[in-house]
């Protein structure tokens, strides 16, 4: 799956103690860095993917030959600018494009799969936090991310407080709902119903659990957008066709579109990694770290918060991320939040939405400017 | 910058905290913040005048004054500004009880429906007042519970919350309102601005 030569990866020696009790050393992770790093390294911005991202942001991803998945807000002139800014992201750890993760080899020369610990957040953003040494950089200017980035966001700054002048959760929320939980769980039953699953050992057995990963990825995809947007791009609109044809074949277009979505997925995802990244996705509850007040989790920060929202995102609504700015007002932090219309759903963070990255481009030009 | 904003910003001292609500383009905020080292917030409803305070680098959050006031703690801001909106809030009473519970002080400006112009035009024209500061129909207002000067200063008296300072302005001229001048100024002045605390 792994073309590895285009892969830079950091290898971490420091052992780190994952949430789950268990060590790991001399592990990967797996980064890209766009722009360049200035003389003061003041201009470094740290962007977190969500779960089926990986580290290649922007420009063509070397390993899929696609556009990266947030080629519309990072790049030269754009929202993030890389002209401007220094932009580093990394493949999360359980990930599977470079990151030590359930597809690479336990000290036994042995492919992890289910044996490969279970991680959460809270791990993903401890180790990456070792690029920050790697790059000599003392503080960063912004960190970033929707969805599960957005995750990694408000961790990141809550176990490093003094490490981001500015910080952007986007779309996302401090803690995963039920209805989070239970899509997620959806897509992980799906994987492990695949009979080429094989607890979680398909690698060695040469198989793969491609439809059950399909499954999954049909069934999120649908969480990522909206009614209406659904409604408008696809309607009841027939697939090639003139008319039904009373089977079980794609007959609509929105059928054939998440069995699109479903089938390019499996070619550049591994199943056991969508496994862990749900996982730790579903165990996230920050104010639960801090006894169930959010706001501790960001007593220790003077960083300038910006948080965004949209408007059709049913997956984490206005309400998740105001809660977020609640909790940070009732403490007297520096927040902004704005929620942008949009009829993209939870998709919006990732498409041309020009509110959104207009939004985006003056906070941090402006944050910067006041550098 | 209106003067409104400029006899506002004179009522501040520099270095503050300071609350905007009701924010809109962020005109006052970026004033008091360049001008008086102000550290400043917004509240603003429109997503557009968000997107521009935004564009001017100021700290704004979307939100409601009736609703989202409550997220603020007590006392946590020297003042809290709002600028001509109490009398287009459902609950007046309740957003005013709000700023003075999040503000050590409020400042708080009313377009005075005791204006002559006002009373005159009722008076002889017999339709809804239209002047500067109320620009819009009877049908189209967002206006919701117009009062006057007077109204205002027996308001706040009434709650036993303390006035430091009430001033009438009228075009560019601003004066001290006090007990015995009231009727006069309730006459005359097309906006009040009234410093307060509780």
Not at chain 1, 246 to 264: H, K, N, P, T
């Amino acid at each position: 799956m792994n073309t590895e030569k285009n892969i830079k990866t950091l290898i971490v020696k420091k052992p780190l103690k994952l949430d789950c009790g268990k060590t790991i050393k001399d592990f990967p992770i797996a980064y890209e860095t766009y722009g360049s790093l200035n003389s003061k390294k003041d201009n470094a911005i740290l962007v977190f993917h969500a779960l089926t991202g990986d580290q290649f942001v922007t420009g063509i991803n070397p390993v899929t030959n696609k556009e990266g998945w947030w080629s519309y807000a990072v790049g030269p002139d754009k929202a993030i600018d890389t002209n401007k800014y220094f932009v580093i992201c990394s493949n999360v750890i359980g990930g599977c494009m470079g990151s030590y993760g359930p597809s690479h080899k336990d000290p036994d020369q042995k492919i992890f799969g289910t044996n490969f610990p279970v991680i959460t957040i809270n791990d993903m953003v401890n180790a990456q936090y070792n690029l920050l040494d790697h790059f000599g950089i003392d503080k960063l200017f912004s960190i970033t991310g929707g969805s599960m980035g957005g995750m990694q966001v408000l961790q990141f700054i809550s176990n490093f407080p003094d490490k981001s002048k500015t910080v952007i959760p986007i779309a996302t929320t401090s803690s995963h709902s039920a209805q989070n939980i239970a899509f997620n769980e959806l897509g992980r039953q799906a994987i492990t119903a695949d009979s080429n699953w094989k607890d979680g050992n398909y690698t060695s057995s040469d198989t793969n659990p491609g439809k059950g990963l399909a499954v999954a990825r049909m069934a999120a995809h649908i969480t990522y957008l909206s009614k209406k947007g659904l409604q408008e791009k696809f309607g009841r609109k027939l697939q090639e066709r003139e008319d039904l044809k009373f089977g079980f074949d794609a007959d609509f277009q929105i059928e054939s579109y998440l069995r699109y979505q479903g089938s390019v997925f499996v070619d550049r995802f591994d199943a056991n990694s969508y496994l862990y990244i749900t996982r730790a996705m579903d165990y996230f509850d920050l104010a639960k770290q801090f006894n169930g007040n959010l706001s501790e989790a960001f007593i220790n920060t003077n960083a300038k918060f910006f948080i965004i929202s949209f408007t059709s995102d049913w997956l984490y609504p206005t309400q998740e991320n105001k809660d977020i700015v609640i909790a940070l007002n009732s403490i007297g932090a520096d927040v902004g939040f704005v929620e942008i219309e949009s009829d993209k759903g939870h998709d919006s963070f990732l498409l041309d939405v020009p509110d959104f990255l207009s939004a985006l481009k003056n906070f941090l030009d402006k944050s910067y400017e006041k550098n | 910058m209106k003067n409104e904003f400029q006899v506002i910003a004179d009522l501040i001292e520099k270095d503050k905290k300071v609350l905007d609500v009701g924010c809109a383009d962020g005109t006052l905020m970026k004033f008091l913040k360049d001008n008086k080292n102000i550290n400043i917030r917004g509240l603003e409803i429109s997503k557009e005048k968000v997107q521009e305070c935004i564009a001017k680098g100021l700290t704004v959050i979307e939100g409601n004054a009736e609703k989202d006031l409550k997220q603020f703690p007590d006392k946590s801001f020297d003042y809290v500004v709002l600028s001509q909106t109490l009398q287009a809030f459902l609950n007046p009473e309740l957003v005013l009880d709000e700023l003075l519970r999040v503000g050590k002080k409020a400042i708080v400006t009313i377009p005075n429906f005791g204006y002559w112009k006002v009373r005159f035009h009722l008076l002889f024209k017999g339709t809804m007042p239209i002047t500067k500061t109320l620009p819009d129909e009877w049908y189209n207002t967002p206006n919701l519970h117009m009062c006057t000067i007077k109204d205002f200063f027996h308001f706040v008296k009434s709650k036993d919350i303390k006035i430091f300072k009430s001033l009438a302005l009228n075009n560019l001229n601003s004066s001290i309102i006090n007990e015995s001048n009231l009727g006069v100024k309730n006459l005359f002045a097309d906006l009040g601005i009234f410093l307060i605390e509780k």
